[in-house]
């Protein structure tokens, strides 16, 4: 092959080449990319991560917001748009067994406003940042009983404890109590939480419950937990008129009209009040 012909040839190759490597740049998506770390330096695995826009309040539903760390610890948010950002751990949720942690934001802050904002580009690629969590929160196992004014045990009353922080009442963990009244919930020591109680003198076999066979409510003071939990007792007073609103803060998703197939669950002398 001739030597002009050789250098054509080159110049061609190099034409796309490059021509290859602008288009990639043009197409890249942004990413954010790093590890998550535990207190301790240790990787912190399957954990949720975020990032939202400093000007909202609510997590956006949406996969290119949310990443998950993997069980090294390393997180990746792929095709993000361009944008500022924080970066978080349980924004706006509460703290779980699998993920024990105050709302914290990146790169050491509990208080969003001394957040770093990251600011993204269609080709930013924003790499190996470490995000190091707190110490985890301590778990703490809430037990009580729910009882009658005169001290007598409700059986299957429906419990539910709510995070003042971030939830609304009917949202809490539930429970139901035990035949001789008592239940079993979990929270973490520091928080605050709220127990509300709602007492039946029938319950259907499924979840879903009546406002007509409601007996007895009773709500706790707001608490936070301690490192020397004690016992709690709920007193649940029998039903009042206008008892509606209150137990709809608990159970609202629930109600439905009275069904057919109730099986009788004589549960304490309130059901004869």
Known sequence: ????????????????????????????????????????GKPMPYA????????????????????????RGKFIFNNVPPGRYTLSIN???????????????????????????????SSTRLRNLVFRLPPALTAKTITGRVVTEDGFPVKLAL?????????????GAGATTTI??????FGFVGRRYQIGAIAFDRRESTAFVSFSNVIGVAETPPFAVQDSQ????????????????????YIGYLIMPPPSNLVDYRASPLSSR
């Open 230 to 249: 004690h016992e709690m007792t709920i007193v649940v007073r029998p039903r009042r008129n206008g008892d509606e609103d209150y137990w709809k803060r």
């Open 180 to 185: 001789d009244g008592r239940f079993k919930l």
């Open 91 to 121: 924004f706006d949720d509460k703290p779980s067994q699998l993920v024990p942690y105050d709302t914290y934001f990146y790169p050491i802050a509990f208080d969003r406003y001394d957040a770093e904002i990251l600011k993204v580009e």
């Open 1 to 40: 092959m001739p030597a002009a012909m050789n250098s054509v040839v080159r110049i061609a190759l190099l034409v796309l080449i490059g021509c290859i490597f602008v288009s990639l740049r043009t197409n890249a998506q942004a990413i954010i990319q790093g590890m998550l770390l535990k207190a301790d």
């Open 159 to 171: 419990v539910r404890m709510w995070d003042l922080r971030v939830e609304s009442p009917a949202g």
């Open 48 to 71: 949720e991560l975020e990032i939202v826009p400093p000007e909202l309040k609510k997590i956006i539903v949406d996969s290119r917001f949310v990443a998950t760390s993997d069980s």
